[in-house]
């Protein structure tokens, strides 16, 4: 229930990468099975945020036993990620198991309501700040991350998928 299934990925990197070299951001990345198949199958560069140090290396294994050079892993909080550095993100409810302790992927890592908060509110801060044109998929979830200035411009019910681009009317 944690990690993004093949297909998934693969669509939302296509509705994500709008030229070659589009800088996407994964949101809480865990062992990088999205960053590794969205660039398997895109011209992408996919970069994975993670703060359990055991997830990222599992990502960062995974992108070296595929040879790809369009993936890297930043273990970090996401309190700690340059926003500008990319042009598209992807999130798969990142925060959603502060809220949910029974499934949680594990206890490594502290996990609140008030870290739910403050994680979702920092996103959100800085999707707003993103320039226009901006791009956001998300899987599943409340979408709480997603300003008012970005506009829902696909629902895609096969996959479950949203796509949120930032408009300028707002």
């Known amino acids: 229930c944690h990690w993004t299934p093949v297909g998934i990925a693969r669509r939302a990197a296509q509705?994500?990468?709008?030229?070659?070299?589009?800088?996407?951001l994964d949101i809480g990345?865990?062992?990088?099975?999205?960053?590794v198949a969205a660039a398997m199958t895109t011209d992408g560069h996919f970069t994975g945020v993670e703060q359990?140090?055991?997830l990222t290396a599992t990502a960062r294994w995974m992108a070296r036993k595929?040879?790809?050079?369009?993936?890297?892993?930043?273990?970090a909080n996401i309190t700690e990620i340059d926003f500008r550095m990319y042009?598209?993100?992807?999130?798969?409810?990142?925060f959603q198991e502060n809220t949910v302790f029974i499934g949680a992927i594990d206890f490594t890592v502290e996990l609140s309501e008030e870290l739910y908060d403050k994680y979702t509110k920092y996103v959100a801060t800085q999707l707003a700040l993103a320039p226009v044109g901006t791009r956001v998929v998300t899987y599943v979830g409340a979408c709480e991350e997603?300003?008012?200035?970005y506009?829902?411009?696909?629902?895609?019910?096969?996959?479950?998928?949203?796509l949120w681009i930032k408009s300028a009317k707002r």
Not at 15 to 24: A, N, S, W, Y
Not at 66 to 75: R, Y
Not at 87 to 94: D, Q, V
Not at 146 to 149: E, F, L, V, Y
Request: hydrophobic share 30%; charged share 25%.
């Open 15 to 24: 509705l994500l990468v709008t030229k070659p070299g589009t800088r996407v």
């Open 66 to 75: 595929h040879h790809l050079s369009n993936v890297e892993i930043i273990h």
């Open 87 to 94: 042009e598209a993100f992807y999130l798969y409810n990142p």
């Open 29 to 35: 990345c865990g062992p990088g099975k999205f960053c």
């Open 146 to 149: 997603i300003p008012d200035c």
């Open 151 to 162: 506009d829902l411009r696909r629902t895609d019910r096969t996959y479950n998928l949203k």
């Open 52 to 54: 359990r140090e055991h």
